[in-house]
């Protein structure tokens, strides 16, 4: 029978990943896909990050062949991993972070974030492996804080002529970004406010989150009672912009004319001439006076990454008058200075807070004018100006890296431009690798993919190589190069020298410009090639001089195969030892423990670790024997072989139907017709022989051991029995009784051709009608008990009536006292039974007794006897302290023990001075019969105590030899 079990749950992991292989071969990769649009959190709350997989041909994910990477890529940081599951482990690296797994097996690997906070914004990258298969997808989520927004006052009254300041505060909020600015409403229309507004710097609270207020002057006059203002705040977390609303009142002042108006106008006019003078002076300070412009060094982010967006700033400041001008310039490695940006502050523009895009002035055709965006914004306070310049590129490693920018600030103040410089050092970001995701059963001879993603890094190219360092059975060879790769490169260089093994490259660009790869090694291993052997995967990055490995050793196991169960005999004989074996083969490693059933009920087990033969190949053999006695009862039952092994899960079975067994034939007792025959009778003697197999069997009849000729004997056809499936017959035999045949043994034997061996046999004493026949002796109760009544009963049968006598015996002497007969009852035909019972109450004298039941047959003077000895047990005797009398110096003192209920009455007794036996005499009374039915007795001595023997230990030592029991008394001899 062929093998058969649970194979196929171990199979399953390896022939998805074959699949997988057929499937990436055809260009099948994962899809994988994320939130459409961003994510928007508010800190503090929980988030779902949606990753769905499809474009795998099962119906639910096997875990084991699945694994899943999220990584967060913050601004301006490298990639970081956030979670990790491979092969049913999960690896969280942000604390509480999940992915469910019963949502996985749907294809489902979204990440749980709980209480989100600011600093994981960025962009979330969910990279799945279904081996060899890789997609991934990303999506961004921003965290916020709304602003808490507040009016110092939401109705305002001003006197004519004066002035007051409205405050309007935003707090608690996040990101730093927001727009806070001021409208007037009033029967004219609505009026951006833009002068008399001072909005400070943002102040950031501890828990991340900033503050920040926006004054606005007024200083209206009785046209702008009743208008409204309104503080209108813009940021991201808010779903539209929040306004916040204050009413003006404007009133006449109270005039109050006092008394010497003429001497102040005087004064005053004095005052003011002076202050006119003052105030000339001043102002030919502030606003005629020339100054100079402070230029700062231009500030650059601490690392600028390779096609990332990167802005360098330069302030320009207090300077006067406005107008200014400048130019910015590029220098190459190797290449010539040139001028990417001019700038001038033309006279007469506003100088207002807006930015002011000059991209326009970037001259087209110059990839390095195209390349940089340059902002610039002017503002004037005080009559001195500021501007500040914003250089946004993004970079190039290749073309960026090394160059030089300048930029030339001139001013009517300066003989010559102030020139500042940066040297632009551009930085890729180098790959980052998980471990190699190997199958989880790697089988011999079995194709797999060792996948070895690589991700997060820029720019091109990438050099992958696999290594193999091979295992102990080939140590001798060393470190192995199978193939290198050189990706995101025209030249492609590997070693195809090696037919083993294939290599694919499955890559994956991503919206950050990075690239991930997933390199596939694909062979078939086997366990002398490739058990424990070291597989390296080794990545080179010559943008960022990484270099990093990845490495995983092989687990190769080989799946047991069996063979058919064998039996010796090939047909097992009944209630004879039979062999079976079973070859089990081709496995690896080589513990294998092999369970061996009948019909489930488990007959042998054996955990063979040292006993299996390793093969040529590396896999191992190995033969299990059982020995065993089959019943009749097991045909049509199941043998069963049944062996587990690491390499499958559950266990791998082969199976033997016994549905053939030879069986000698069982004969049931012989039975006669009359039962009880007199001389002249013609008797039918009939044996049935049932339980054999085959059917060939002969019938052969013996009287006193001598075989029987007769034509008067006959035998039926062998029939099946549909029950047991096993042949049944009988043989019959006409004899005419004579009169010597009493007692004579009459035999039958069934020769079984194929168990010639082993002859069934059966026998019978023939009793002729008229001679007594005795059952054996029955006891009520079952187990006797000292004391207590006991009655012996004695069956006769088959006599003639007033032809017997009986009698019961103890030591060859006749019981006379509680014997009792029933009255001859007949049977048929003048034959007579009849029940003989002795009551008696056993004791001690009946320990060991032979009891007997004759019965004489006063025809033939032919007695027939039955016996029994009562099982009565033996017990030790129970033994009293010693007690002690007279024990005065000089008379004399007597010391006696007393011994109850023991049987029987065979004791050794002993008595010791001291240390020393004691020599006198002892007098031991004769046992007696006490009212339990156990025996009683007592053992004394007595002697003249001398004064040396104050305080000596007196010891009775007493010995029961039937229970080998030995028990101890003593005293002190004191007066």
Not at 509 to 516: G, I, K, L, P
Not at 658 to 687: A, H, V
Request: charged share 25%; proline share 6%.
């Amino acid at each position: 029978m062929p093998c058969s079990g649970d194979l196929w749950p171990a199979l399953f992991p390896g022939l998805i990943a074959m699949l997988a292989l057929l499937w990436a071969a055809e260009g099948g990769d994962l899809v994988v896909s994320m939130n459409s649009k961003t994510v928007e959190v508010f800190v503090n709350k929980d988030a779902l990050l949606e990753c769905r997989v499809s474009g795998y041909k099962t119906s639910e994910i096997d875990l084991q062949n699945v694994g899943v990477i999220w990584y967060l890529t913050r601004l301006g940081a490298p990639k970081e991993e956030v979670y990790k599951f491979s092969a049913g482990t999960h690896t969280p690296y942000r604390k509480d972070a999940a992915i469910f797994d019963d949502e996985l097996k749907k294809g489902i690997a979204s990440l749980f974030l709980p209480l989100v906070q600011f600093n994981e914004e960025g962009d979330y990258t969910c990279v799945v492996f279904i081996s060899p298969d890789q997609g991934s997808g990303k999506s961004t989520m921003i965290v916020s804080a709304k602003p808490q927004m507040s009016l110092s006052a939401t109705a305002i009254t001003i006197e004519n002529g004066t002035e007051k300041s409205v405050k309007c505060d935003s707090t608690a909020f996040y990101p730093l970004a927001i727009q806070i600015s001021w409208l007037k409403k009033s029967k004219s229309g609505e009026q951006k406010i833009l002068d008399h507004i001072c909005t400070g710097s943002p102040v950031k609270n501890e828990d991340g989150t900033y503050n920040v207020s926006s004054h606005m002057r007024l200083r209206p006059t009785l046209q702008d009672d009743g208008n409204t203002y309104v503080c209108i705040v813009r940021h991201r977390s808010l779903g539209k912009d929040t306004e916040l609303t204050t009413h003006l009142t404007v009133r006449e002042p109270e005039v109050v004319v006092p008394g010497g108006i003429i001497t102040g106008c005087v004064i005053g006019s004095i005052l003011l001439c002076s202050l006119f003078m003052i105030g000339g002076f001043l102002m030919y300070l502030k606003i005629l006076k020339k100054v100079p412009p402070k230029v700062s060094e231009i500030a650059k982010p601490p690392h600028i990454i390779h096609l990332e967006e990167t802005v360098l700033t330069c302030h320009i400041s207090g300077y006067k008058p406005a107008d200014i001008s400048l130019c910015c310039f590029l220098q190459r490695e190797g290449g010539n200075k040139s001028e990417i940006f001019q700038w001038s502050s033309a006279p007469g523009h506003s100088q207002a807070p807006e930015a002011i895009d000059q991209q326009s002035l970037i001259c087209n055709g110059d990839s390095a004018k195209e390349s940089f965006h340059i902002e610039m914004t002017a503002a004037t306070h005080d009559g001195r100006s500021s501007a500040k310049c914003k250089i946004i590129f993004i970079p190039d490693i290749d073309n960026d890296d090394g160059t030089v920018l300048f930029l030339h600030v001139l001013h009517s103040t300066l003989g010559k431009p102030i020139i500042k410089s940066i040297q632009l050092n551009v930085e890729g970001i180098a790959p980052k690798m998980t471990n190699i995701i190997a199958p989880p059963h790697i089988i011999h001879e079995e194709m797999i993919a060792l996948s070895c993603p690589i991700d997060g890094f820029k720019p091109r190219p990438l050099a992958i190589t696999w290594y193999q360092k091979p295992n102990i059975a080939n140590e001798n060879m060393g470190l192995k190069e199978i193939v290198r790769t050189v990706f995101g490169s025209e030249d492609v260089i590997a070693d195809w020298d090696l037919p083993k093994y294939s290599h694919s490259l499955n890559e994956l660009a991503n919206e950050d410009n990075t690239y991930s790869v997933t390199s596939f090694l694909k062979f078939t291993p086997t366990i002398l090639a490739d058990h424990e052997t070291v597989y390296v995967c080794e990545v080179e990055h010559p943008a960022t001089a990484s270099n990093t490995q990845r490495q995983v050793k092989l687990d190769v196991k080989a799946i047991p195969e069996c063979e058919d169960i064998k039996l010796s005999p090939e047909i097992p004989i009944a209630e004879e030892f039979a062999v079976s074996t079973c070859r089990i083969h081709s496995f690896f490693p080589k513990n294998i423990t092999v369970t061996w059933k009948m019909d489930n009920k488990l007959m042998q087990e054996t955990k063979a670790e040292n006993e299996p033969t390793l093969g040529p190949d590396g896999r191992y053999s190995f033969t299990d024997l059982l020995k065993f006695i089959p019943a009749r009862e097991d045909l049509g039952k199941i043998l069963t072989c049944k062996f587990q092994h690491e390499s499958i899960i559950g266990a791998k079975r082969t199976d033997h139907k016994l549905d053939k067994l030879t069986s000698p034939p069982l004969l049931d007792d012989m039975k006669i017709e009359p039962q009880n025959p007199k001389p002249g009778d013609l008797t039918t003697f009939s044996c049935h022989a049932r339980g054999f197999y085959p059917k060939d069997v002969k019938f052969m009849w013996f009287k006193n051991e001598k075989m029987i000729d007769d034509n008067e004997i006959t035998f039926t056809d062998p029939e099946i029995d549909k029950n047991t499936g096993f042949f049944c017959s009988e043989s019959r035999w006409k004899y005419k009784i004579l009169p010597d045949d009493h007692q004579i043994n009459f035999k039958v034997e069934a020769l079984h051709f194929q168990t010639v061996h082993r002859p069934a046999k059966v026998f019978h004493t023939l009793h002729l009608g008229g001679t007594p026949m005795l059952s054996d002796i029955i006891l009520e109760p079952e187990t006797p008990f000292y004391g207590q009544p006991l009655v012996l009963k004695c069956n006769v049968t088959n006599f003639s009536q007033n032809g017997i006598s009986t009698n019961w015996l103890m030591d060859n002497e006749p019981i006379l006292k509680g014997v009792r007969n029933t009255d001859p009852r007949e049977e048929q035909d003048g034959i007579y039974q009849l029940c003989s019972c002795l009551d008696l109450t056993p004791t001690a004298l009946h320990y060991n007794k032979k009891l007997v039941f004759e019965v004489k047959n006063e025809v033939t003077s032919e007695v027939i006897t039955k016996h029994l000895y009562l099982p009565l047990p033996g017990n030790s005797p129970n033994v009293s302290e010693i007690n002690r009398k007279a024990q005065e110096e000089s008379t004399v003192a007597s010391f006696m023990v007393s011994l109850t209920d023991y049987v029987p009455q065979k004791i050794e007794v002993k008595w010791f001075k001291g240390e020393q036996r004691y020599v006198g005499p002892v007098h031991n009374s004769q046992p007696q019969v006490a009212t339990t039915g156990l025996f009683s007795s007592t053992t004394e001595i007595q002697f003249i105590p001398e004064p040396s023997d104050h305080d000596l230990e007196i010891r009775c030592e007493i010995f029961h030899l039937e229970t080998k029991k030995r028990i101890y008394r003593k005293c002190r001899l004191t007066f």
